[in-house]
């Protein structure tokens, strides 16, 4: 992974808070659909609202277009591959960041972004 682009800084609790969600709910779309399969339409957002009105989404894309697509486990990889790099390269100071994803012989296979913004209702894209 590549990160990039960082922004205004994220809450520690609202990062992880945020990281955490995520894995569990790619787990069971692992569980659900297979973790080598293609995710969803080359296309994943999760968005945890907090209590105060805050916003923290995940989005990620594949290149698709392009033929390469992204599996549920390399979408998992990402997530942990972001939480680790806040906690343990950026000295626990979580930001907004895009990054790129590659894997191995495949090359570069996506892209995605963490942001943080005020006030919309929590959702789940697949």
């Known amino acids: 992974m590549s990160f990039h ?3 205004p800084i994220i809450p520690n609790n ?3 808070d945020t990281i ?3 894995l569990a709910t790619i787990l069971k779309l692992v569980i ?3 973790g080598f399969k293609p995710i969803a339409q080359g296309y994943f957002k999760y968005t945890h609202q907090f209590a105060n009105a805050d916003n923290v989404s995940f989005s990620v894309a594949d290149f698709r277009e ?3 697509q992204m599996t549920y486990y390399t979408l998992a990889d990402a997530s942990k591959g972001v ?3 806040m906690k343990f390269e950026r000295g626990k100071e979580w930001r907004e960041v895009s ?3 590659e894997v191995g012989k495949g090359g570069y296979v996506g892209s995605g972004h963490l942001t943080r913004s005020p006030g919309t209702e929590a959702s789940v894209d697949r």
């Open 14 to 16: 609202e990062g992880i």
């Open 5 to 7: 682009s960082f922004g």
């Open 99 to 101: 990054f790129e994803l």
């Open 32 to 34: 659900g659909r297979g």
């Open 20 to 22: 955490t969600e995520i």
């Open 66 to 68: 392009i033929g390469k």
């Open 83 to 85: 939480g680790e790099f």
